[in-house]
């Protein structure tokens, strides 16, 4: 509890405790508990309910940072980050203080203005080839470090880092890649050529993004899907986990009742059965496939990022 906020001990407290005590109602539970911590049930629910935000966020520094904050601040940050990860990122970056944003009533102003700006944007979301950029240029060392285990938890994450390239040989065109993230040696990023898995080193780990831009109707996700598919398939020749962006949800489903789904093993294909203990509805899944030792991820442009922290990446 040293550097950690009371809001955030207290929050989960009343967490841990609420699942032991199922039986009891909630209201006659949050009142005594409260009582005991000397706070009103408000402030009590205010607190687990901070810490709830907080938790469900992929990146460990940012929870570090947000526990560190006030309980105003971390649940402010976490649903603007929810909402709108980039400025909420880029506000954290310029008014963290030893470790935690301090300034509650200017961050409370920035995130009404912010979120006044994105109800008024119509905008489609940035690539995904932006979004990644934009996360590597401001990510630090432990986010880093902890997308290299998730993507690749056989790396010893502690000597490997993370660049960006630019493929441009026809295979590279015709295939629609966009950008390939790589995994690499710390002191080995520079002389990366794209070969394929028969033909290079197996002391690095690439991910691959071929986007799929937005068509006049929605069934031509569902003509076009095979298509689209075989480029996924044949991505997997050169990298070791494709991610395939769609440009919205329901592009994804149609899409997805399209291609086969034999030879490979699903993680939340649509048809799949839910897995027990699933998360709200609400929450991006990213479906899956293992072909092999090799993964193609299908997700959506708003959803990227956090498909790619997302903890099936680990199963």
């Known amino acids: 509890m040293r550097r950690v906020r009371k809001w955030a001990v207290i929050g989960r407290l009343a967490a841990i ?16 508990l409260a009582i005991k911590l000397g706070l009103t049930r408000g402030a009590l629910r205010n607190y687990a309910d901070a810490v709830r935000l907080v938790r469900r966020l992929p990146d460990p520094a ?12 971390a649940s402010t940050l976490a649903r603007w980050l929810h909402r709108d990860p980039q400025p909420a990122r880029a506000y954290i970056a310029k008014n963290t203080l030893n470790g935690a944003v301090t300034n509650d009533r200017a961050l409370l102003v920035a995130a009404r203005q912010a979120q006044r700006s994105t109800q008024s944007r119509h905008a489609v979301p940035e690539s995904a080839e932006v979004q990644l950029k934009t996360w590597l240029d401001t990510a630090d060392d432990v986010s880093r470090k902890d997308l290299i285990y998730r993507l690749a938890p056989q790396l010893n994450t502690q000597y490997f880092d993370l660049t960006i390239h630019q493929p441009i040989d026809p295979l590279a065109q015709l295939l629609g890649l966009k950008a390939m993230l790589r995994i690499h040696e710390s002191d080995n990023g520079a002389d990366f050529k794209w070969k394929p898995h028969v033909d290079r080193r197996f002391d690095y780990f690439t991910m691959s993004i071929i ?37 919205s949800s329901a592009a994804r489903r149609h899409f997805l009742s399209r291609i086969p789904s034999d030879g490979a093993v699903w ?10 203990g699933a998360r709200s509805r609400c929450e991006s899944r990213p479906a899956i496939a293992k072909v092999g030792p090799r993964k193609i991820v299908v997700s959506t442009t708003r959803s990227f990022l956090a498909d790619l922290f997302h903890e099936d990446q680990f199963r």
């Open 17 to 32: 405790e609420q699942r032991h005590a199922r039986d009891i109602p909630r209201l006659e539970f949050e009142t005594d």
């Open 62 to 73: 940012l929870r570090q940072i947000l526990f560190r904050s006030s309980a105003v601040a």
């Open 211 to 247: 986007e799929i831009p937005s068509m006049v109707v929605l069934e031509r996700f569902r003509t076009e899907a095979r298509s689209i598919w075989a480029r996924a398939l044949a991505a997997t020749v050169y990298s070791d986990a494709v991610f395939l962006v769609l440009p």
């Open 267 to 276: 993680i939340n294909h649509p048809p799949a059965p839910r897995r027990s």
